[in-house]
């Protein structure tokens, strides 16, 4: 006898070159670019070449793609390499069950999404064992069969030819039960079906969130999304994380359906839908249906509600989620760059003051190199108020180790500690002392780290945090990047998103804006060292071994004799080091070694020494880039050359300026509606923006009150780390909520200070209209979620 099963049919994995090319003419078609540049890159790239690299010193390999088109390809690369992965475990899987037609390979080959992939594979997929595999056992897949192609077929009838007790099938209701199931399954499972109803529910469908009954003390926070509806298309990132993290904490239930208006209709769209694409015409659900029709009819409201509303609802929510986490990663590392290339105070004598009432002041002096020179602690607060002692041994630091910068953290008791410093400069005025509030996010984090403990081994852990903050004003980027990314505190939902995909964003950030500075490789840390371009952990240490032995680098070839720092590192790292006062002026440049015999041609042509072109523009001038190019070194590289020449070891961060809090402001019981103050950005989100002001509690610049003109994206007009100066619009002090504009002609709303703003509706009216609601300034709805992110 003949096994009626097919034999499995072998696959053969496609050639790796024919999906080298796929992918590349897919990422030239996404990114605009020409199908040469995306093959070099990924050359480059898996050659171990890294982003700044690349973007830097091989600009005439890549024709020219900038860092930001670099990060995403390299990130579109990896989608794509595992869903050329996927696509072939999936086409062997089906293989290995005999089921690989021709039509199907096709549709597999042709998959353009994960997505896609995994509609085409859900036939096949290994699952539990289902209803309508139970009913396939007992052999009802003909009377499915036939009830669905056979227009004349009766079910009863039909029914009774299947009733078997032995196989489950006890009566014609049991019979027409499991060919339901199996219907409902085989409808569920065609793609096509499937991306017709996605597309619908995509176009159409609303997300719903209402609160749970008996939830609605316990989620006060969440009172806004309590009976709350807005189109899936148009719900922000930060509203669907919020309404997440409602329903995590067991307050607020998720659906997504389409407007009340269409699931009511009879019959359902999506019921429709799934009848009409199985051959069913509007009969079925009419009065004068068949016993047939009805039956079918029935199959398809099944399919709907038991098979398929539940999978879109997860489906959307799942995708909302995955949109709204790649949209808060992308608003942290916006934020963390910023707050990286904050501008630096430079190589000037910082004091870092870390704030405290009862443990008392810590205090840390750092010399223009960043050392340590002396800490103290000091009371001069609650409960022993050592007021002048304090001031003594402030006085006596200051004057001791020449300091020109305090630098104040911004955690308890900031505005007294500041007001302290204030009266020592009022007291003795000779001293010129200039003093600076920042923030001492993740300082606390860094004091009791493994590496703050090799870098102080005999520093107690509360005095690690004054020498950071002193060191971040000092030179932010060299400092912060010695602390986990997520624990600086610039995003919004941080702890809510994907940490791996947020932590290798805010790596590719640090990266990028530690070798867009460039690193002086004989004075930064082995933490800093770790993300210049091509360098490791172990290369790291062994460099700052080799200079503590040695001494200080004298020139970039003296790199390569650093154990393990091999041709491969010097190209990647070379040009990212800087040596200054080496025995070559270009070690300080940003001009990569390889290109020295390029400055050799341009010394040659002038007649001039090295020493004198750097810096001297009237020197270069008149010299046009395309003399001095050759087969390796195009005009691009040239030209950088040149501007490097004119102005050598640019910083590209903005110049340092101190910003001074409003005196008699220290808390939000100072503030009064209609105040002009001047503020620092400690953190921008995509409808707003927060503005330390001094007084304990940041304020909230709505996005329609950033700017007189319309704001598509906050960080067009602010970035963290960035002064300016606010109106007070609102003070809720019961809430601790503080709604401010940079829109200094803004009138305040016609209400007190302290009269308890509404909120919530604003977005539900919005809702209902079709449009996504653009909340006042003062809508504190919008301020309330802000202050329970920054808390």
Same mark, same amino acid.
């Given at each position: 006898?003949?096994?009626?099963?097919?034999?499995?049919?072998?696959?053969?994995?496609?050639?790796?070159?024919?999906?080298?090319?796929?992918?590349?003419?897919?990422?030239?078609?996404?990114?605009?670019?020409?199908?040469?540049?995306?093959?070099?890159?990924?050359?480059?790239?898996?050659?171990?070449?890294?982003?700044?690299?690349?973007?830097?010193?091989?600009?005439?390999?890549?024709?020219?793609?900038?860092?930001?088109?670099?990060?995403?390809?390299?990130?579109?690369?990896?989608?794509?390499?595992?869903?050329?992965?996927?696509?072939?475990?999936?086409?062997?899987?089906?293989?290995?069950?005999?089921?690989?037609?021709?039509?199907?390979?096709?549709?597999?080959?042709?998959?353009?999404?994960?997505?896609?992939?995994?509609?085409?594979?859900?036939?096949?997929?290994?699952?539990?064992?289902?209803?309508?595999?139970?009913?396939?056992?007992?052999?009802?897949?003909?009377?499915?069969?036939?009830?669905?192609?056979?227009?004349?077929?009766?079910?009863?009838?039909? =029914?009774?030819?299947?009733?078997?007790?032995?196989?489950?099938?006890?009566?014609?209701?049991?019979?027409?039960?499991?060919?339901?199931?199996?219907?409902?399954?085989?409808?569920?499972?065609?793609?096509?079906?499937?991306?017709? @109803?996605?597309?619908?529910? =995509?176009?159409?469908?609303?997300?719903?969130?209402?609160?749970?009954?008996?939830?609605?003390?316990?989620?006060?926070?969440?009172?806004?999304?309590? &009976?709350?509806?807005?189109?899936?298309?148009?719900?922000?990132?930060?509203? #669907?994380?919020?309404?997440?993290?409602?329903?995590?904490?067991?307050?607020?239930?998720?659906?997504?359906?389409?407007?009340?208006?269409?699931?009511? @209709?009879?019959?359902?769209?999506?019921?429709?839908?799934?009848?009409?694409?199985?051959?069913?015409?509007?009969?079925?659900?009419?009065?004068?249906?068949?016993?047939?029709?009805?039956?079918?009819?029935?199959?398809?409201?099944? =399919?709907?509600?038991?098979? *398929?509303?539940?999978?879109?609802?997860?489906?959307?929510?799942?995708?909302?989620?995955?949109?709204?986490?790649?949209?808060?990663?992308? !608003?942290?590392?916006?934020?963390?760059?910023?707050?990286?290339?904050?501008?630096? %105070?430079?190589?000037?004598?910082? #004091?870092?003051?870390?704030?405290?009432?009862?443990?008392?002041?810590?205090?840390?002096?750092?010399?223009?190199?960043?050392?340590?020179?002396?800490?103290?602690?000091?009371?001069?607060?609650?409960?022993?108020?050592?007021?002048?002692?304090?001031?003594?041994? *402030?006085?006596?630091?200051?004057?001791?180790?020449?300091?020109?910068?305090?630098?104040?953290?911004?955690?308890?008791?900031?505005?007294?500690?500041?007001?302290? !410093?204030?009266?020592?400069?009022?007291?003795?005025?000779? *001293? &010129?002392?200039?003093? #600076?509030?920042?923030?001492?996010?993740?300082?606390?984090?860094?004091?009791?780290?493994?590496?703050?403990? +090799?870098?102080?081994?005999?520093? &107690?852990?509360?005095?690690?945090?004054?020498?950071?903050?002193?060191?971040?004003?000092?030179?932010?980027? %060299?400092?912060?990047? +010695?602390?986990?990314?997520?624990?600086?505190?610039?995003?919004?939902?941080?702890?809510?998103?994907?940490?791996?995909?947020?932590?290798?964003?805010?790596?590719?950030?640090?990266?990028?804006?530690?070798?867009?500075?460039?690193?002086?490789?004989?004075?930064?840390?082995?933490?800093? @060292?770790?993300?210049?371009?091509?360098?490791? %952990?172990? *290369?790291?240490?062994?460099?700052?071994q080799y200079r503590d032995s040695k001494g200080a680098f004298r020139s970039r070839k003296q790199l390569m004799e650093v154990p393990r720092f091999g041709e491969k590192a010097f190209e990647q790292a070379a040009g990212f080091l800087r040596i200054s006062g080496g025995d070559n002026p270009l070690d300080a440049s940003s001009v990569h070694p390889e290109a020295y015999p390029v400055v050799e041609k341009i010394l040659a042509r002038i007649q001039a020494d090295v020493k004198a072109v750097m810096g001297n523009q009237a020197a270069l001038k008149g010299l046009s880039p395309?003399?001095?190019?050759?087969?390796?070194?195009?005009?691009?590289?040239?030209?950088?050359?040149?501007?490097?020449?004119?102005?050598?070891?640019?910083?590209?961060?903005?110049?340092? +300026?101190?910003?001074?809090?409003?005196?008699?402001?220290?808390?939000?019981?100072?503030? +009064?509606?209609?105040?002009? @103050?001047?503020?620092?950005?400690?953190?921008?989100?995509?409808?707003?923006?927060?503005?330390?002001?001094?007084v304990h509690q940041d304020g909230l610049v709505h996005i329609s009150a950033l700017s007189e003109r319309f704001v598509k994206d906050p960080r067009d007009v602010v970035r963290t780390g960035q002064s300016v100066k606010v109106k007070v619009l609102e003070v809720d002090k019961a809430r601790k909520r503080i709604a401010l504009t940079m829109r200094l002609s803004d009138d305040a709303p016609a209400r007190t200070a302290d009269t308890k703003p509404s909120g919530g509706s604003r977005q539900n009216r919005g809702a209902a209209t079709g449009r996504a609601a653009q909340p006042?300034?003062?809508?504190?709805?919008?301020?309330?979620?802000?202050?329970?992110?920054?808390?």
């Open positions: 006898m003949t096994d009626p099963t097919p034999a499995p049919q072998e696959y053969t994995p496609r050639d790796a070159q024919v999906i080298h090319q796929r992918i590349v003419q897919q990422l030239a078609t996404e990114l605009g670019v020409q199908p040469r540049q995306v093959s070099v890159t990924m050359e480059l790239i898996d050659g171990g070449a890294t982003v700044p690299f690349i973007a830097r010193y091989r600009k005439e390999v890549t024709g020219g793609l900038d860092d930001t088109v670099l990060r995403q390809l390299e990130v579109r690369l990896l989608y794509l390499q595992e869903l050329e992965a996927r696509r072939d475990v999936i086409a062997s899987s089906i293989a290995q069950q005999g089921k690989l037609s021709a039509s199907l390979a096709k549709e597999v080959e042709q998959a353009d999404s994960k997505q896609r992939l995994e509609d085409l594979y859900a036939p096949y997929k290994p699952k539990r064992r289902t209803r309508a595999q139970i009913a396939r056992e007992a052999g009802l897949q003909p009377l499915a069969d036939t009830l669905l192609g056979d227009p004349d077929a009766d079910p009863k009838v039909l =029914a009774a030819q299947y009733v078997d007790a032995d196989k489950g099938v006890a009566t014609e209701k049991a019979a027409l039960d499991g060919a339901r199931d199996i219907l409902a399954e085989q409808f569920a499972e065609d793609a096509d079906l499937v991306a017709r @109803l996605r597309a619908l529910i =995509a176009q159409k469908g609303q997300l719903y969130a209402k609160v749970i009954e008996g939830k609605e003390s316990e989620g006060a926070n969440f009172r806004d999304w309590f &009976d709350f509806s807005e189109p899936l298309r148009s719900v922000p990132s930060h509203r #669907m994380l919020a309404m997440l993290r409602g329903r995590q904490q067991g307050v607020l239930d998720l659906r997504v359906a389409l407007p009340e208006a269409e699931e009511a @209709l009879v019959p359902h769209p999506c019921i429709r839908i799934v009848a009409e694409h199985n051959g069913l015409d509007d009969g079925v659900f009419g009065p004068h249906a068949t016993p047939r029709q009805q039956w079918l009819a029935d199959v398809s409201r099944w =399919a709907w509600r038991v098979k *398929l509303a539940m999978h879109f609802e997860m489906e959307f929510i799942s995708q909302l989620r995955e949109q709204a986490e790649t949209e808060a990663i992308r !608003v942290f590392a916006a934020n963390l760059k910023d707050l990286l290339l904050a501008p630096p %105070a430079g190589t000037k004598a910082v #004091m870092g003051l870390d704030p405290g009432i009862r443990t008392g002041v810590k205090v840390a002096a750092i010399d223009t190199t960043g050392k340590v020179v002396e800490t103290a602690t000091i009371y001069p607060f609650e409960p022993r108020r050592d007021v002048n002692g304090s001031l003594q041994t *402030l006085a006596r630091i200051v004057r001791q180790h020449k300091i020109e910068l305090v630098a104040i953290g911004n955690g308890t008791a900031s505005r007294e500690t500041e007001r302290l !410093v204030a009266r020592l400069c009022e007291l003795q005025p000779d *001293l &010129d002392l200039a003093r #600076m509030v920042i923030s001492e996010a993740g300082a606390s984090v860094y004091s009791a780290s493994e590496l703050a403990a +090799k870098e102080f081994p005999d520093l &107690d852990v509360s005095l690690r945090g004054a020498v950071s903050i002193a060191r971040r004003l000092q030179d932010p980027l %060299a400092e912060l990047v +010695k602390i986990e990314p997520k624990a600086i505190g610039v995003g919004q939902y941080q702890h809510d998103v994907n940490q791996r995909e947020l932590g290798r964003s805010l790596d590719a950030v640090v990266e990028d804006c530690v070798n867009a500075v460039g690193v002086d490789v004989n004075t930064a840390s082995p933490a800093l @060292l770790t993300h210049v371009s091509g360098l490791n %952990a172990t *290369l790291a240490r062994n460099i700052v395309s003399e001095f190019t050759d087969e390796r070194f195009g005009v691009p590289t040239v030209t950088d050359i040149l501007a490097e020449l004119e102005k050598p070891g640019r910083d590209p961060r903005p110049e340092f +300026k101190t910003v001074k809090f409003e005196d008699g402001i220290e808390s939000i019981d100072d503030l +009064k509606v209609g105040l002009i @103050l001047e503020g620092v950005v400690t953190n921008v989100a995509n409808f707003g923006a927060f503005v330390d002001i001094g006042a300034p003062q809508d504190n709805a919008m301020a309330a979620a802000f202050a329970k992110l920054k808390r």
